[in-house]
């Protein structure tokens, strides 16, 4: 027997010299999880196992409102004291813990991960960082299909080319910590709203959102299904979805009563796209009561439709009801069927063709056509909402365990995580300024470098500065003795996340009376060539230009004219006359403010299409225009000027004055 032994083993060791052991991974995770489900219609979640409010305050979201769940919002259980219950859950991006009392669950039930499912996602292709939030979904619903999605790209790929323009995403929370400080979208402690009540995210903020791994569970997995149409949405769960809305009943066409339901169901069907997805989409674009979009009186004796808002965007309510009422009109939406049928045609050629498959993939286009552009909607919430809006429909119609199929992006390189921002990182002054001088130029929260000029007998001079958030600190403020010519001050603000900002003073002992107009117009960064002035930032208003000289050189006069007429405001423009006088010498120089063609003081697509058109031959530039169009200031317009105005709209880049 002990000769047949070891006649096993020596054949067991020269098997191994042909095939190499491969050993299995064992990852270190835990094996057990218990999940319960909201079963009222709004329940709120305590900070401790009480009700009484003055010790165990409700649970607050980050804008400060009190956090409400409501069935069938998948909990994890994570502990359990009397009759109350510790959860962990999901709610708009943040990973929040609390207590419930364990009568408002159902369905409460452990589970216990398949190693062998989380092998099979590995081979797959999914990151370790994926695999465990993937087994608990698996183990609840084991008919659910995940599959990988390439992107080709790093995370920090996408951030960088989904940040520019800034105002390509939006944001609309009152958390400032997930708002952008960028010139941009924030000047002078005032955030830009892009639209109304909405404003462009921080760079970690939109990290985050793009980051699938924060999105890994029940209420928020539907953002990843395919979108392609599906013979189990049928009509009945479309009525779910669209139940208390105001598209559950009737509409008349063509003299035949349908209801909304059957319309949806019949696009998708049409169009290859889920009628589910498309419900869930109308009602996250208009509200259950419908928005002014809706139903809109287009002045000609019709009534238009734009359920879907193609073409709502703009600054101003007026902005966003006439681009969504055009773009009705335009395509023939002159009732709910064509307004339906219609845009469903465009989302399922314009996106659901193009890769563009899943709602995060209408959001963040980083696999198909015209990358990080051709995105349906500026929201960088909306995949997390309308996934929640379709897992509750599923769930109302009993179907949320079908076999679903899953498209869940993967980067080339994630990092080991992402978080929302819980501290500010403004680093911001709101305000800044000298005594005895003004700064050159004058205040800008997104400028670090300034000048300033005394006259020689100044010896002291204080600096004031105003954080733009409570929370930072500023240091460098107070008295600064002026001894030398030249004297450099520093201004530093530190956020509350410790990111530093420094804004940089130089002060310059100057001859008061005795500067030429052009020396006084260089003093104060502005740049003088042949009869023509230049340096302008963009949105100034003259009257800044002129106390900065009147301040600095109080023998000087200055005056304005715009045809001729004097002014003592307004925004800089190209073709302003700029009147400076000292010592007995004068000069009037043109303003040139490069990219502003059409001389109205801004850079717009009108600009823009002056210079295409020059270009082109069919129409041409003159006058001050001229100037102004030649952004490289090579004393030509050719194609590369036409390309930093491009760029400057685009967010890419700043024309430099």
Known sequence: MKKLVNYFLNFLMMISLIVPFIPTKVYAMQTTYTYAYINETELSVRQCPSTDTSVCPRLKDCDGDTIWLWRPRAVEVIGKEGDWSKIRFNYWGYTYEGYVYTYYLDQYETYTLDQNYGNQLRAKGFPESYIEKLLKMHAKHPSWNFEVSNTGVSLEDAVNGEIIPISKNLISTRDLNQLSTDPAAYSNGYYVQFEPGWYAPSRDALRYYLDPRNFLDDNSIFMFEQLSYNESQNENVVQNILNGSFLAGNYSY???????????????????????????????????????????????????????????????????????????????????????????????????????????????????????????????????????????????????????????????????????????????????????????????????????????????????????????KVTGTGDINI?????????????????????????????????????????????????????????????????????????????????????????????????????????????????????????????????????????KLSGDSIYSADTNKDGKISAQDFAKIKSHLLGASKLQQ
């Open 254 to 472: 063509n003299g035949e009563t349908k209801t909304y339901a059957s319309t949806f169901v019949e696009a998708g069907k049409k169009y290859g796209v889920s009628p589910v997805h498309l419900a869930a989409r109308v009602l996250q674009e208009q509200g259950k009561s419908g928005s002014m979009t809706a139903s809109m009186d287009g002045g000609d004796g019709k009534t238009y439709y734009n359920y879907f808002n193609f073409g709502a965007s703009g600054n101003s309510t007026d902005a966003i009801y006439n681009g969504a009422l055009n773009y009705a009109k335009r395509s023939g939406w002159d009732s709910p069927y064509a307004s339906i049928m219609g845009a469903t045609s465009e989302i399922s050629d314009g996106y659901i063709t193009n890769n563009q498959d899943t709602l995060y993939y209408e959001k963040f286009n980083i696999i198909g056509s015209s990358r990080y552009w051709h995105q349906y909607m500026a929201n960088v919430q909306a995949p997390y909402s309308e996934g929640y809006t379709t897992y509750r429909s599923y769930w109302d119609a009993h179907i949320s365990d079908l076999s679903f199929t899953f498209k869940i992006p993967v980067y080339t390189d994630m990092g080991s995580g992402t978080v929302l921002p819980t501290q500010s990182s403004n680093n911001n002054l709101k305000s800044l300024s000298i005594t005895n001088t003004s700064l050159v130029p004058g205040f800008d929260s997104s400028i670090t470098e300034y000048k300033a000029y005394v006259t020689s007998n100044i010896t002291k001079v204080n600096i004031k500065a105003e954080v733009a958030d409570s929370k930072a």
């Open 483 to 619: 001894s030398a010519n030249t004297t450099n001050a520093s201004v530093k603000v530190t956020a509350e996340d410790g990111s530093v900002k420094e804004y940089k003073i130089t002060i310059i002992k100057t001859e008061s009376g005795k500067d030429t107009p052009k020396e006084i117009a260089n003093s104060i960064g502005l740049t003088v060539k042949d009869n023509n002035i230049s340096g302008f930032s963009i949105g100034r208003d003259i009257s800044d230009y002129v106390n900065m000289i009147k301040t600095n050189f109080n023998t000087s006069e200055v005056k304005v004219y715009d045809s001729y007429k004097e002014i003592t405001s307004g925004i800089v423009k190209t073709g302003l006359k700029f009147k400076i006088k000292n010592n007995g010498e004068e000069a009037t120089y043109t303003v040139i403010l490069y990219g502003d063609t059409n001389c109205d003081g801004k850079i717009s697509a009108q600009d823009f299409a002056k210079v295409k058109s020059h270009l082109l031959g069919a129409t």
